[in-house]
């Protein structure tokens, strides 16, 4: 998943301090951050402790509902 997710920290970074300056809604501003979570995931079965499979299905599975409740997020602001 952090393959297929990937976006750069640096952008992520320029896209926050983007919104911040331009003043945006908070769902712009968790909407720049979600491709964050499967990176963390991936530093953490590299560097500090080896993470089982099951551990990375749950993963995968909050990275899938955080996407899912940030799309409804955007529904209700931006539809009604």
């Known amino acids: ?6 976006v750069s920290p640096v952008c992520m970074v320029a896209f926050l301090l983007l919104s911040k ?8 501003k968790t909407a720049c951050v979600i491709p964050f979570i499967p990176q963390v995931v991936n530093i953490i079965d590299c560097h500090v402790v080896m993470i089982s499979s099951e551990a990375a299905i749950v993963a995968n599975v909050t990275l899938f509902v955080s996407t ?12 009604r």
């Open 1 to 6: 998943m952090d393959n297929l997710f990937y």
């Open 21 to 28: 300056t331009l003043r945006l809604c908070k769902w712009n």
């Open 68 to 79: 899912v409740l940030l799309l409804v997020a955007a529904y209700k602001v931006f539809f």
